[in-house]
């Protein structure tokens, strides 16, 4: 599983400090400089993809690298594909 960016992103509609945002290109982003790191967007993610990191006690998540996803150049069968529009996405709990 990947974050596809939701439309309608359950991270995004449970952070209480609104700091996660959609950028004018879709992507879901986290600010850290505003996260708390109560973990609400952890739980409510139905697919796993929000973490706390260690050493931050920040959440962090898919940002789509600028663009250029790692994942997508790493996969030696070509199974992920870089969609052009992310906002388009259903959640999958939909
Ligand atoms: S998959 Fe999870 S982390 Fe990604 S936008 Fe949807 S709810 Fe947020
Ligand atoms: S961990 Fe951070 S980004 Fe996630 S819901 Fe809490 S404050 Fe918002």
Do not use: W
């Amino acid at each position: 599983m990947v974050c596809s960016q939701c439309e309608n992103a359950y991270c995004m509609q449970v952070c209480p400090v609104d700091a996660i945002t959609r950028s004018p290109e879709g992507v879901v982003r986290i600010d850290a400089e505003q996260c708390i790191g109560c973990a609400l967007c952890i739980q409510y993610c139905p697919v796993n993809m929000v973490h706390l990191d260690p050493d931050t006690k920040k959440a962090v998540k898919c940002e789509l690298c600028q663009g250029d996803p790692a994942c997508v150049a790493a996969c030696p069968t070509g199974a992920l594909v870089f969609a052009a529009s992310p906002a388009k996405e259903q959640n999958p709990h939909d």
